[in-house]
Nanobody, 127 residues
């Protein structure tokens, strides 16, 4: 399973780090995508990282502010949120995909057929 943590209240311009810990399987064989859902909106892929960490991508809305990383020795992936804005408020999920392991690739789509999903963690950005 995947378990997210680190969510909570962040001030605009502050920072927050989300964690996505895997248990029961080797996360190193899986690309990880962070997906968020704001109230009343559809799910949106935010960032992804390949199984080795060599390839990563971020959507334009968060480029320069959010950074996805991973530590396979800890079986964990992370999303660093710097300078969050009110529009970043939402429920953040991490998801794991093994279909692109051989290519060391990842996808930011929220609608990809991921093998694992976390339960989500709330991020609220407010002053």
């Amino acid at each position: 399973q995947l378990v997210e943590s680190g969510g909570g209240l962040a001030q605009p311009g502050g920072s927050l780090r989300l964690s996505c810990a895997a248990s029961g399987f080797n996360l190193g064989y899986y690309a990880v995508t962070w997906i968020r859902q704001a109230p009343g909106k559809e799910r949106e892929g935010v960032a992804c990282i390949s199984g080795t960490g060599a390839n990563a991508g971020h959507i334009d809305l968060v480029k320069g502010r959010f950074t996805i990383t991973r530590d396979n020795s800890q079986n964990t992936a992370y999303l660093q949120l710097n300078s969050p804005e009110a529009g970043d408020t939402g429920l953040y999920y991490c998801a794991g995909d093994r279909s692109n392991t051989a290519k060391d690739f990842c996808v930011t789509s929220a609608h990809y057929p991921f093998h694992y999903w976390g339960q989500g963690v709330q991020v609220t950005v407010s002053s």
